[in-house]
């Protein structure tokens, strides 16, 4: 059974940063693609972006309020490991933060073809 642990949320101001990380154990990390995704209030759980392990591939949100350019994914795999660099923060960033796993190594977008996900993180971001 693969368990994901996330650590790094909090409050901060808007432009600043934070780096979120998840710890994994039970599987074989370094064959998944790991990934982030989040749930503002009252909104949908979306993704954020993901790591792929085969080819180390990244890939981000393509969501008009886009975290790419701002948003770094990268893992550890020594660590078992995958954090979330998240810098020049908005007010629309604000929600809680899951790690998720897929053992298939897709690379997807859709939340359905993750098998594993964390309690989450909350982040906040003040204006």
């Known amino acids: 059974q693969v368990q994901l642990v996330e650590s790094g949320g909090g409050l901060v101001q808007a432009g600043g940063s934070l780096r979120l990380s998840c710890a994994a154990s039970?599987?074989?990390?370094?064959?998944?693609?790991m990934g982030w995704f989040r749930q503002a209030p009252g909104k949908e759980r979306e993704f954020v972006a993901s790591?792929?392990?085969?080819?180390?591939?990244?890939?981000?949100?393509d969501a008009s309020d886009s975290v790419k350019g701002r948003f770094f994914i990268y893992r550890d795999n020594a660590k078992s490991t995958v954090y979330l660099q998240m810098n020049s923060l908005k007010p629309e960033d604000t929600g809680v933060y899951y790690c998720?796993?897929?053992?298939?190594?897709?690379?997807?977008?859709?939340?359905?073809?993750?098998?594993?996900w964390g309690q989450g993180t909350q982040v906040t971001v003040s204006s």
């Open positions: 790591t792929r392990w085969s080819s180390g591939s990244t890939y981000y949100s």
């Open positions: 039970g599987g074989t990390f370094t064959s998944y693609t």
């Open positions: 998720v796993a897929d053992t298939g190594n897709r690379g997807s977008r859709n939340r359905l073809e993750y098998d594993y």
